[in-house]
């Protein structure tokens, strides 16, 4: 079936420098991405969606780029800080279903100070 | 706004008792979601709801039940329950199939033993 996945199950960083969470997604006809950040024993935080008639979209301090000729999604987040430390998901969603999300298993980020 | 709440927070359960995981919303939302978390794992799609009174299955809806008789609750019933179904249950709701990011509640971890 269709699937979200990501590259790498866990990222190290030092503080300050930039982080790039990587997800790649199969279903072509996703026309819909979201990226979540979830802290230890939280729910899942919205952080920035982006549709598939972009390729790139900012907010504070992080920007999803959307490649739909290789099927790739990432989330940079800027100045990384030890407060950004947490799992990462990206979902997709595919307009016919409805407003159901599809999530990959998640990318945990440790920050070093 | 209190968003998204979900009661209770923590439960054990022997195998084959019932229970009913509470979710409230006070967005004003529309479409409503039930998760599972597994340790290390994403987030699986139980049931979803697109308003009061229609309820559909999610990847996994075995073992489980719904029901949506206001726009601001959405709760989860478990019949007979069994150690598979030791997990965090997360809430979710969104506004709309035009708004889709989902906001979710803290979570309850549910133990079956």
């Known amino acids: 079936g269709e699937s979200v996945g990501l590259h790498l199950p866990t990222l190290s960083v030092q503080e300050g420098d930039n982080s790039i969470i990587n997800c790649a997604y199969s279903?072509?006809?996703?026309?819909?991405f979201i990226w979540y950040k979830q802290e230890s024993g939280k729910g899942p935080q919205f952080i920035i969606d982006?549709?598939?008639?972009?390729d790139k979209r900012q907010g504070q301090r992080v920007t999803v780029l959307l490649n739909k000729t290789v099927k790739h999604l990432s989330l940079q987040i800027a100045a990384t800080q030890p407060g950004d430390s947490a799992v990462y998901f990206c979902?997709?969603?595919?307009?016919?279903?409805?407003?159901?999300?599809?999530f990959g298993q998640g990318t945990e980020l440790s920050v070093k100070p | 706004n209190a968003g998204v709440t979900q009661t209770p927070k923590f439960r054990i359960l022997k195998i084959g008792q019932s229970m009913t995981l509470q979710c409230t919303q006070d967005?004003?939302?529309?479409?409503m979601y039930w998760y599972r978390q597994d340790p290390g794992m994403g987030l699986k799609l139980i049931y979803y709801?697109?308003?009061?009174?229609?309820?559909d299955k999610g990847e996994v809806p075995n073992g489980y039940n719904v029901s949506r008789s206001t726009t601001e609750d959405f709760p989860l019933r478990l019949e007979l329950a069994a150690p598979s179904q030791t997990s965090v249950y997360f809430c979710?709701?969104?506004?709309?199939?035009?708004?889709?990011?989902?906001?979710f509640g803290p979570g309850t971890r549910l133990t079956v033993t």
């Open positions: 979710a709701s969104s506004r709309n199939r035009d708004r889709l990011e989902q906001y």
């Open positions: 279903n072509s006809a996703s026309d819909y």
């Open positions: 982006i549709r598939s008639n972009m």
């Open positions: 979902a997709e969603n595919t307009y016919n279903q409805g407003g159901k999300l599809i």
């Open positions: 967005m004003n939302h529309n479409y």
């Open positions: 709801s697109v308003g009061a009174g229609i309820t």
